[in-house]
């Protein structure tokens, strides 16, 4: 019972971590109209992350199998160490939700004739330069969905490697797979991409979208990495039995 109360805590604080990553990406393309960038994601863009996506990612984690580690770490004291303290906004907003931003505007950017929009009015632009603003919202859309997959994977665990504790969670690697269907369907499918504005992706143009969901997952191994160097060293010192953790 006591096992199973501390995984229920810990699935929820991963799930609202995971939420809360999106939130900086999804707001800095409206700040950013203000100064004459052209549009990055739409309304109807962060709604489709939020509803059709995100919140059924977050829900799965209920599923979620708990870490070799779990009963071997002291139990949270529930007056001084709140289920969401600055610790999960640092992470969410300032860390992983600044990556994904990063990535974002990354390649945003480096879409083709993207420097030249910032020159022009939305109001003024031709029919060509329209196209290519739905292509530059598409590959913002895409690195954000990708880049909200990379923080799905890698808040699935505090310490415990990815690589070692793998994706045993059957109903997240499903809402895996719908994310990048639906993501999919919304730039390649006609339909979607009138109701959303986009524009199909080159094969080149998708494969930079994945810059995101690398850079998360590569710094994410470093940080546990040096926690788990940190957790071992201090357990020698105090002539604790080390706990696999890798």
Same mark, same amino acid.
């Given at each position: 019972?006591?096992?199973?109360?501390?995984?229920?805590?810990?699935?929820?604080?991963?799930?609202?971590?995971?939420?809360?990553?999106?939130?900086?990406?999804?707001?800095?393309?409206?700040?950013?109209?203000?100064?004459?960038?052209?549009?990055?994601? #739409? +309304?109807?863009?962060?709604?489709?992350?939020? @509803? %059709?996506?995100?919140?059924?990612? *977050?829900?799965?984690?209920? $599923?979620?199998?708990?870490?070799?580690?779990?009963?071997?770490?002291?139990?949270?004291?529930?007056?001084?160490?709140?289920?969401?303290?600055? #610790? +999960?906004?640092?992470?969410?907003?300032?860390? @992983? %939700?600044?990556?994904?931003?990063? *990535?974002?505007?990354?390649? $945003?950017?480096?879409?083709?004739?993207?420097?030249?929009?910032?020159?022009?009015?939305?109001?003024?632009?031709?029919?060509?330069?329209?196209?290519?603003?739905?292509?530059?919202?598409?590959?913002?859309?895409?690195?954000?969905?990708?880049?909200?997959?990379?923080?799905?994977?890698?808040?699935?665990?505090?310490?415990?490697?990815?690589?070692?504790?793998?994706?045993?969670?059957?109903?997240?690697?499903?809402?895996?797979?719908?994310?990048?269907?639906?993501?999919?369907?919304?730039?390649?499918?006609?339909?979607?991409?009138?109701?959303?504005?986009?524009?199909?992706?080159?094969?080149?143009?998708?494969?930079?979208?994945?810059?995101?969901?690398?850079?998360?997952?590569?710094?994410?191994?470093?940080?546990?990495?040096?926690?788990?160097?940190?957790?071992?060293?201090?357990?020698?010192?105090?002539?604790?039995?080390?706990?696999?953790?890798?």
């Amino acid at each position: 019972a006591m096992g199973q109360g501390r995984l229920c805590s810990e699935n929820l604080k991963k799930s609202i971590m995971y939420t809360l990553c999106s939130k900086i990406p999804q707001v800095m393309p409206t700040f950013a109209e203000l100064v004459g960038v052209p549009t990055a994601l #739409t +309304v109807t863009q962060v709604l489709l992350i939020d @509803i %059709g996506t995100d919140i059924w990612t *977050a829900i799965a984690y209920a $599923f979620q199998p708990a870490e070799a580690s779990l009963m071997s770490e002291k139990p949270r004291h529930p007056l001084r160490q709140r289920m969401v303290d600055w #610790t +999960v906004l640092v992470y969410s907003y300032l860390y @992983i %939700g600044m990556i994904q931003a990063a *990535a974002c505007w990354f390649v $945003f950017l480096n879409m083709p004739h993207m420097l030249d929009l910032m020159r022009k009015q939305a109001s003024f632009y031709t029919a060509e330069e329209i196209r290519w603003n739905y292509a530059g919202m598409a590959a913002y859309y895409w690195t954000l969905v990708l880049g909200q997959l990379g923080a799905a994977m890698v808040t699935t665990t505090t310490r415990t490697s990815l690589f070692s504790y793998g994706l045993p969670n059957r109903w997240l690697n499903v809402c895996f797979a719908l994310e990048v269907l639906l993501a999919a369907a919304v730039i390649f499918g006609e339909p979607f991409q009138r109701l959303f504005k986009t524009e199909p992706l080159t094969a080149s143009q998708a494969l930079m979208g994945c810059t995101g969901l690398v850079a998360i997952v590569f710094v994410e191994e470093l940080r546990k990495a040096g926690l788990r160097w940190g957790d071992s060293r201090r357990d020698a010192e105090e002539g604790l039995p080390l706990v696999q953790q890798t």
